[in-house]
């Protein structure tokens, strides 16, 4: 039996389309427990919403199929569960904060309404019951006039004020786990500050997990307890954020945050990029899902998908410069480049 909150287990996520499969998700681990933030982190259309839509089971069945994996809550599998089943779950155990919040809410039903068939679907309480408990779900998150919010429209409200919203409706089942998918997205800074000192004060007061979503470094940072960064529909590196911030090892990593300006007063002579694009995961790469844009590819990359390797307690990345042939995540003294490694593992001549 899992010891965790959440634990997700070698992940295969598919879409079958008229253009062919789209292997979206491929093989991600991750856990989660009570009272901490995991942020998985990488850039569009690297598979974050899709793994975490997936653990709720809001994909479509079908196009999308569970190819493999687990998915243990409290130690119970999910992903045997019928669509009837999950409901008991989702607003429950699970709540989600969309990415954007005009488009989540009914535009054409009051703030109440809304939240109020939420509530009697998985709550036994009367219409006055849930109707309390709304208005003080609006002024937990902060919302100045919550009776008045009550009866207001979507649209009448700011997108600070739409996306508060968003987390008290998430929040009124008070779930284990919160999924936030870019809540912050489109907001101001000073907007976006608040929503995110609101969500660290409730996790704490409510003991709730969060897998927060995002590409957004400056964020993850504020944030994050543990971090996964995520591409081309795998976790490539993951560990504290420590880990990640301070020690990074993956190649994919270090792009990410060579990208991200100073806040130190330091003027590089230029930020990073990365160059390429993400491999099609309509028929995704033999190897390595990085190698194509990977400035320290090797043959082996190209050929083989990299183990998990351990950099440290609690911090796995999965590389083949992870390989002590390869100096073990180092580049070797004095060189500008790792040894190339032969398909089948074994070093090659040149250095």
């Not at 560990?239 to 090892?249: C, E, L, N, Q, S």
């Not at 792009?255 to 130190?264: A, I, Y």
């Not at 694009?277 to 990977?294: E, K, N, S, V, Y």
Request: with cysteine; net charge neutral.
């Amino acid at each position: 039996m899992s010891g965790h909150l959440l634990e997700v287990s070698d992940l295969h996520v598919s879409f079958e389309t008229a253009g062919g499969e789209v292997k979206a998700v491929r093989g991600v681990d991750f856990f989660l427990d009570r009272g901490e933030t995991l942020a998985i982190v990488g850039e569009s259309g690297c598979g974050k919403s899709v793994t975490v839509q997936t653990v709720m089971r809001l994909n479509p069945e079908p196009p999308a199929v569970i190819r493999k994996g687990s998915i243990l809550y409290q130690g119970e599998d999910l992903v045997p569960k019928t669509d009837r089943q999950m409901r008991q779950y989702r607003g429950k155990e699970f709540a989600m904060i969309f990415q954007d919040a005009m488009t989540s809410l009914n535009p054409t039903t009051k703030i109440g309404k809304q939240m109020r068939e939420m509530i009697l679907a998985h709550q036994d309480m009367t219409r006055e019951q849930a109707r309390g408990r709304i208005v003080e779900m609006l002024a937990l998150v902060g919302l100045p006039n919550p009776e008045e919010i009550y009866e207001r429209f979507p649209h009448t409200l700011s997108g600070g004020q739409r996306q508060r919203v968003m987390i008290a409706m998430a929040l009124c089942g008070k779930p284990s786990v919160l999924f936030a998918d870019e809540p912050t997205t489109a907001l101001d800074v000073t907007i976006q500050a608040q929503i995110l000192e609101l969500m660290n004060r409730l996790k704490k007061e409510l003991n709730m997990g969060i897998v927060f979503i995002t590409h957004n470094m400056g964020v993850v940072a504020r944030m994050a307890d543990r971090i996964a960064v995520m591409y081309a529909g795998q976790i490539v590196e993951s560990g504290t954020a420590a880990d990640i911030f301070y020690r990074p090892k993956h190649p994919y990593t270090l792009g990410l945050l060579g990208s991200m300006p100073s806040l130190r007063g330091e003027i590089p002579e230029r930020l990073l990029s990365i160059p390429g694009t993400p491999p099609d995961l309509f028929a995704p790469p033999q190897g390595c899902g990085f190698a194509a844009r990977c400035s320290r590819c090797m043959r082996v990359c190209m050929n083989r998908v990299p183990e998990v390797t351990l950099a440290g307690e609690g911090h796995s990345v999965r590389c083949w410069l992870m390989d002590s042939r390869a100096g073990g995540g180092e580049p070797p003294a004095g060189r500008k480049e790792a040894p190339e490694l032969s398909a089948d593992g074994g070093k090659e001549g040149k250095i």
